[in-house]
T-cell receptor, first 114, second 117 residues
């Protein structure tokens, strides 16, 4: 079975400082992994995805994530936080390959202080 | 290209009523998935439709049902509403069945917020 654990429910950073949102996954097969962002009263937007190509994945808005199979981790990072980054972030693992089912982590709220 | 649209955006119903939510996928997309988002349970998969057929179903009671039309638009229905059905219902569309693979991104709509009183 597949599962995702986001290790922090809330992360607070100052504008201009690095962002680290942590995610561990469990999967019985080689998964696809995603990070989605949700701004208040908005739908989910895909930040980046890992699909067994390069282990370091670059996404939109300066975010990137590194797939580490040995640690079963897929942490999201950004070198310098911007106020507009404040949102809810979800780490997601794909279900079986013949399904569009996505399995979401519980989410991490990122607060960016001026 | 227009994104995924969901109607209505907000709904208020009372216990015991039924409700129908609509999702129009991105033009050309044939797969539509539905998710329920609540503060307690997070985001949970409801079901997935592809070419008018339900392909996968999550762990929800039979009160939750859906369908997909020949133009790929999808509706979900919840009968005999309970207070716990209050949630944000999100739909996502993709061009192919399945979430994995390089080119099969799921695009989410803004959601329908259902409040059950």
């Amino acid at each position: 079975a597949q599962s995702v654990t986001q290790l922090d429910s809330h992360v607070s950073v100052s504008e201009g400082t690095p962002v680290l949102l942590r995610c561990n996954y469990s999967s019985s097969y080689s998964p696809s992994l995603f990070w989605y962002v949700q701004h208040p009263n908005k739908g989910l937007q895909l930040l980046l995805k890992y699909t067994s190509a390069a282990t370091l994945v670059k996404g939109i808005n300066g975010f990137e994530a590194e797939f580490k199979k040995s640690e079963t981790s897929f942490h999201l990072t950004k070198p310098s936080a911007h106020m507009s980054d404040a949102a809810e972030y979800f780490c997601v693992v794909s279900g079986p390959s013949n399904t569009g089912k996505l399995i979401f982590g519980q989410g991490t709220t990122l607060q960016v202080k001026p | 290209k227009a994104g995924v649209t969901q109607t209505p955006r907000y709904l208020i119903k009372t216990r015991g009523q039924q409700v129908t939510l609509s999702c129009s996928p991105i033009s050309g997309h044939r797969s539509v998935s539905w998710y329920q988002q609540t503060p307690g349970q997070g985001l949970q998969f409801l079901f997935e439709y592809f070419s008018e057929t339900q392909r996968n179903k999550g762990n929800f009671p039979g009160r939750f049902s859906g369908r997909q039309f020949s133009n790929s638009r999808s509706e979900m229905n919840v009968s005999t509403l309970e207070l716990g059905d209050s949630a944000l219902y999100l739909c996502a569309s993709s061009s192919r069945l399945g979430a994995s693979g390089t080119n099969n991104e799921q695009f989410f709509g803004p959601g329908t917020r259902l409040t059950v009183l």
